[in-house]
């Protein structure tokens, strides 16, 4: 569905006359078109207003926190609007090719982001991971952090659903008291916190990007299990984070307990086979 008039006419007043709007794959949750004028292009991202609250001024905070906070390319935030539709206007980025040096440059650029550290596990506001409130209520601990904020709100929603028996929850409980002693004890590391390869991509001049985040001070193991979750990222990419900022022992082993979160917000909006992923990291553990 083309953005209304309305919207078009504020983005007008912002970028000049509008010369075509074309749709673009954006994912799943929002309407994503390219906006052409006489001098520029834009990605605009719209939904209807009664739906995401606050989604895409969360957005744009998480856009900013990263873009003053790496030296990844990140889309700058050009207009947020509030009407029957809401939108949000960032600059347009041409795709470049994934090379070899590309993530070599990524591995580095993310090791040195999460050097950026907090004074607490979560964040000063809410957001979301996909179409889901994702909530950073602060803690001083990753393991309650991330059973509490992350993996018990989810589980809340599966049950709504009926999708998990008792035996999965009582494994999950489990979990819970080992949390502690699997993950290292690390300051929080800032976090894309959905950096999946369709969140990543080459600029035309060969400089790694990343949009679509679902920020957080959380563990930075987090972004590389999530790399791995449906692939994507090469050897150079590992190679060159852990020469940056090596983590720590067994950290191949743990990318699985990190992954169930991801894997049960895919539960809760596609079920599906990530039912049974859940239950084989549990089985594991």
Not at 38 to 54: E, G, H, Q, V
Not at 81 to 95: C, H, Q, R, S, V
Not at 142 to 164: D, S
Request: glycine share 8%; net charge neutral; hydrophobic share 40%.
């Amino acid at each position: 569905m083309q953005p209304g008039q309305a919207t078009k006419a504020i983005i007008e007043g912002v970028t000049g006359r509008i010369i075509n709007i074309l749709p673009v794959s954006g994912g799943s949750i929002n309407n994503a078109f390219k906006v052409e004028t006489a001098s520029s292009a834009y990605f605009l991202k719209t939904n209807p207003a009664c739906l995401y609250l606050n989604m895409f001024e969360t957005e744009a905070k998480g856009l900013r926190l990263l873009k003053n906070s790496s030296l990844f390319k990140v889309p700058d935030v050009v207009l947020l609007g509030n009407g029957a539709d809401k939108f949000i206007l960032m600059e347009w980025i041409e795709t470049g090719q994934k090379t070899p040096v590309l993530y070599k440059k990524a591995g580095e650029y993310l090791a040195q982001m999460h050097h950026n550290s907090g004074d607490f596990f979560g964040l000063s506001h809410h957001n979301y991971i996909g179409s889901l409130p994702q909530s950073n209520k602060a803690h001083q601990n990753w393991g309650e952090f991330f059973k509490a904020e992350r993996l018990e709100p989810q589980l809340k929603i599966a049950c709504k659903k009926n999708i998990f028996e008792p035996a999965v929850l009582k494994q999950f409980e489990k979990l819970f008291t080992k949390l502690n002693e699997i993950f290292p004890n690390e300051p929080p590391a800032l976090l894309h916190g959905d950096l999946w390869s369709g969140n990543f991509m080459a600029t035309i001049e060969g400089s790694p990007a990343i949009f679509d985040p679902a920020v957080y001070f959380g563990h930075r193991e987090m972004d590389l299990a999530m790399t791995k979750l449906f692939g994507g990222f090469s050897p150079e990419f590992y190679q060159h984070y852990q020469e940056t900022f090596p983590l720590e022992k067994g950290w191949q082993k743990r990318m699985d307990i990190c992954n169930l979160y991801p894997l049960l917000v895919h539960v809760n909006l596609f079920g599906g086979s990530y039912v049974n992923q859940v239950r084989e990291v549990l089985e594991g553990f």
